[in-house]
């Protein structure tokens, strides 16, 4: 039995992240929602709280029932966690004077406590909160403090049970990874059994055992995340897997050829559909970003559902989801980001089950288990891309004209790239077709001609994003090349902005 600890998540933005250190630490985690707590499950080590957006005396702020974990698990509140446990027992929680947001410092540490072992006084930490804990429970110590905040962190008396203001689940917050250390392996007791084999073994032994002898289908995109999960599931079911790898017509240049030459190599059964007219004809004078989505995703439905009905006794449909699909399709108050096409509509339409072998891991980790399957790394470093393909990086209306201009101006600076070494540098890549024209000149001619940019980020999740501080002899190199080979470009910009504000694509 893999032995986990449960995130409840209240709807924080780095609650995910709280995950990812956990995982770090090779331990495995669940990330559920606040109100639904596995509580039959034997496997549960120890429990998390995360943030969230709310305070804990909002009417819709979320509430639970902790009285059938306590005692029973260690808990670690963070943030609203720990306000919410003094709060619902007792202690004062209220607006802070200004808002906690940033690098702060533990003026004063119980060294002795468990939660604080091999962290020091003036360690940094990472506020950010609008409330503060001004008193807590009679049953209840403080532990750690802050020159403004009095209750960093605290324990119950005799009970395992913390809370800290701060997020140690975040980059700025020094000595993070340590207090998660200390909670999952010594105050929990993990074996930090968990890692991409491991996870290989359960999951394909839990395969085996939910599919059975039944026959499955699975949509291709030439990405890492479905190629993985399709490697995975032949190697739990073999010959019962079907995969379906559609061409919508916005793939990179030469795509779609070099994805199923890559596929039959690995000994995959794949179907490749050439489906682009239709996609374009459905797309003509289309340009609100959201809609070329929703037609896209529609078109995938339909052009997979046509295919996958020409395979005898299918009762599963696959698909190779992971964590922040998830997380940016639906978060837990509601709000959608942006829709996925790989999370939803397939399922009901074809009166398929779902199957989903990745949903819980995080892009680093379908990586490793890539590599722990053998998968040639060029198709495990492959950065991302969107499933509407480069239909969300040009913007405006959808031609065959300007994805054949976008393709070629797209394949020079992926190509760049790898020539220059920093291919793997980069977490994504890409360039954007511009609604814009501007004035050139070539030779002796006056030019009027379309504008581009290119856009590469650093990331380790997706979740947060950074512009790639690419070297000015490279976009040199590459503005030039696209200009002078790609008819119809003239000028060439570098998108500097990141994620937040930003989103990685423009679409």
């Not at 701060?166 to 250390?181: I, N």
């Not at 096409?341 to 288990?369: I, Y």
């Not at 394949?411 to 609604?435: C, M, N, S, T």
């Not at 040199?476 to 998108?495: C, F, L, M, Q, W």
Request: contains cysteine; charged residues 25%; glycine residues 8%.
């Amino acid at each position: 039995m893999q032995e986990k600890i449960i995130i409840l998540d209240f709807g924080s933005q780095t609650t995910q992240l709280i995950g990812r250190r956990v995982r770090e630490l090779n331990t495995y985690c669940e990330i559920v929602p606040y109100n639904k707590f596995p509580h039959d499950d034997p496997s549960v080590i120890g429990v998390i709280l995360s943030g969230s957006p709310f305070s804990v005396y909002d009417e819709k702020a979320f509430k639970v029932d902790l009285s059938k974990i306590r005692g029973r698990l260690p808990i670690l509140g963070i943030c609203y966690g720990a306000q919410f446990m003094a709060y619902t027992n007792g202690g004062t929680v209220e607006p802070a004077g200004t808002r906690e947001y940033g690098r702060a410092h533990l003026a004063k540490i119980d060294e002795s406590n468990p939660l604080f072992k091999d962290i020091t006084p003036g360690s940094q930490v990472w506020m950010s909160h609008g409330d503060t804990i001004t008193s807590i429970p009679g049953n209840f110590h403080p532990i750690a403090s802050t020159d403004s905040v009095a209750i960093a962190a605290y324990q119950a008396n005799d009970e395992k049970l913390w809370g800290v203001q701060f997020h140690p689940e975040v980059y700025h917050t020094e000595d993070g990874t340590q207090l998660l250390k200390n909670f999952v392996v010594d105050i929990c007791g993990s074996k930090q059994d968990w890692d991409a084999a491991s996870f290989i073994d359960t999951t394909v032994a839990a395969l085996r055992e939910q599919l059975g002898d039944d026959k499955v289908v699975l949509g291709l995109s030439g990405g890492v995340d479905s190629s993985v999960a399709a490697v995975l599931l032949n190697r739990a079911i073999g010959k019962n897997l079907t995969c379906i790898f559609v061409d919508h017509g916005m793939l990179r240049k030469d795509e779609f050829k070099n994805v199923l030459r890559d596929y039959e190599g690995l000994g995959l059964n794949v179907i490749g559909v050439d489906a682009s007219e239709e996609f374009f004809t459905n797309l003509k004078g289309v340009t609100e970003p959201e809609r070329k989505r929703k037609i896209i995703g529609k078109g995938f439905i339909d052009v997979f559902d046509r295919e996958a009905h020409k395979v005898k006794d299918v009762k599963w449909l696959a698909q190779g989801t992971i964590y922040p699909d998830c997380i940016e399709s639906l978060s837990i108050t509601g709000t959608v980001i942006k829709s996925h096409h790989n999370v939803g509509g397939l399922p009901e339409k074809m009166n398929l089950k779902l199957c989903e072998p990745l949903r819980l891991l995080f892009k680093d980790e379908v990586r490793a288990v890539g590599r722990q399957l053998g998968m040639p790394e060029h198709l495990i470093k492959r950065h991302p891309f969107p499933g509407p393909g480069l239909a969300v990086r040009i913007l405006g209306d959808i031609t065959p004209e300007k994805v054949a201009v976008l393709q070629e101006a797209d394949d020079i600076f992926i190509q760049g790239l790898r020539d220059w070494g920093l291919y793997d540098q980069v977490w994504q890549a890409g360039v954007i077709l511009l609604p814009v024209q501007s004035v050139g000149v070539m030779g002796d001619e006056r030019t009027y001609e379309r504008a581009v940019a290119l856009r590469a980020v650093t990331s380790t999740d997706a979740m947060t994003a950074d512009w790639a501080r690419l070297p000015y002899d490279f976009l040199a190199k590459v503005s030039n090349d696209i200009i002078n080979k790609v008819k119809g470009v003239n000028r060439v910009t570098y998108d500097i902005s990141s994620k937040p504000p930003a989103t990685i694509e423009w679409e």
